[in-house]
């Protein structure tokens, strides 16, 4: 699992793409990302890339994020707690 960091004020679709094309060669079984918001991941959405299978997050009875879990079920994104 190859994960990217959350992007302060950056674009991550060239980083996006090359991690898609190291899953698509076979160096890494599944991509992610690290700290993305939901509107961080609806922009990703928009450029018509696809989504990450993986999201890790701060999720505990504290910071529930249920928007966040919400999305993330309804495109089939697995959550990892951190």
Known sequence: LYLIQS????????????????????LAKAVG???????????????????????QVELHVANQQKELCAFCQQHGIVLMSS
């Open 7 to 26: 992007p302060k004020g950056g674009s991550i679709i060239w980083t996006w793409d090359a991690m898609l094309q190291l899953r698509e060669r076979g």
């Open 33 to 55: 990302l690290c700290n993305f918001s939901v509107a961080q991941l609806e922009a990703l959405q928009r450029t018509g890339r696809e989504l990450p299978q993986v999201l």
